[in-house]
């Protein structure tokens, strides 16, 4: 256990904070950046840094550098706003998915135009029936000789708008349990048959998407892992998604402003701040054994819940301290009313939390209502 930063982290800290410096000046400085925040040209400007995929093996285009390396980035782009969500999901979850269980063709077509920025990608998961209960989804891909052709729908898919790719759980088999038939599907979203509807969500973004299949057409090459067996890959993706600094800082650019305009002369001001800065500290602990790899498994379900209730006392803080003026519609009005989203996003919390007690801990589950 070392806690101290080395010499060269140190300097990729300065460096990281530089660019993020930069790429607000240009392009803006946005809450929930890595969720909300969409522009291409910063994706190509990070990439062209060698900041997408920097943790991915070299074999495949990747830096090869520590996790820990991307943990420094990630903290010093988010904490400035700066917009990262056109490369987020393909950076923490996509790559990492095709480089674990994808194919060398696969590793070869789809991972350099990530790595270089210019490939979007969003994730096709929640179904209007199936969100918690991801086993649940009906979404179906008939395979027909070497390809499947694709129908159902998608809800809440963030990005699907101006994604190069969706990411698809859908399922091939309908006989048996219903979590297993489940496969994950790349699909190019300039596919015949697909139709994109944006909704806007309670601050007027429109990131959120719905998406209809009407008998996409998809080549069988662009299956992931293995046919009708997906659910652990998908279980192992979740894990990408619910432990990392995102969870922590969605709202820390807004947190900083607040922290300026906060009157500390008043002795429960500066508490409230003690307050959040312990929580802050603690909830990074928890991301960082994760990102070093030693938090048990499944144990990012209790990081989640932990980061992003966190992330809800920092919104009420801000709220507090704008007072009225919050009310105005501007970015902090939109930063606090965005605040329920995270803890449902990635997993609710009462879902996290079952996870824990039955996977993590091991306790008896609630027997289902027969
Ligand atoms: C900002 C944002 C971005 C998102 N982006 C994406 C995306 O890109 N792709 C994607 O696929 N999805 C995305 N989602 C969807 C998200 O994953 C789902 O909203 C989430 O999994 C919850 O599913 P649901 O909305 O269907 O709610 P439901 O599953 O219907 O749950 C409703 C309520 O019931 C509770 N509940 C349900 N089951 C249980 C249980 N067994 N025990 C206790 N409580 C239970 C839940 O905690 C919740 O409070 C996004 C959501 C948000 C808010």
Known sequence: MEFAWTDDQLALRAQAKEVAARLVATYGRHNDSWMAAYSREAAIEVGAQGWIGMTWPTAVGGGGRPAIDRLIVSEELIAAGAPIGAWWVADRQMGPAII???????????????????????????????????????????????????????????????ADFIYLICRTRSVGPPHAGISEIIVPMDSPGIEVRTIADLTRGEHFCEVF???????????????????????RQLEHERGGIDRLMSNRALYELALERADTTDPLVRDEIGRLECGYRIGRLLVI??????????FSAATKVYCTEHEQRVARFIARVFGADGLLWDQTGQGIVYAPAYTIMGGTSNILRNVLGERVLGLPREPRAS
Not at 213 to 235: I, K, P, R, W, Y
Not at 289 to 298: C, D, I, K, S, V
């Open 213 to 235: 299949f009407d008998d996409v057409h998809v080549s069988a090459a662009n299956l992931v892992g293995t046919e009708g067996g997906a659910f652990a890959q998908t279980m």
């Open 289 to 298: 054994r994760e990102t070093l790899g030693q938090a048990p498994t499944g």
């Open 100 to 162: 674990a269980y994808g194919t060398d063709d696969q590793r070869a077509r789809f991972l350099p135009e990530i790595i270089a920025g210019r490939s979007t990608w969003c994730i096709g998961m929640s179904e209007p029936g199936a969100g918690s209960d991801l086993a649940g989804l009906t979404t179906r891909a008939e395979r027909t000789g070497d390809e499947f052709v694709v129908n159902g729908q998608k809800i809440w898919t963030s990005f699907a708008a101006k």
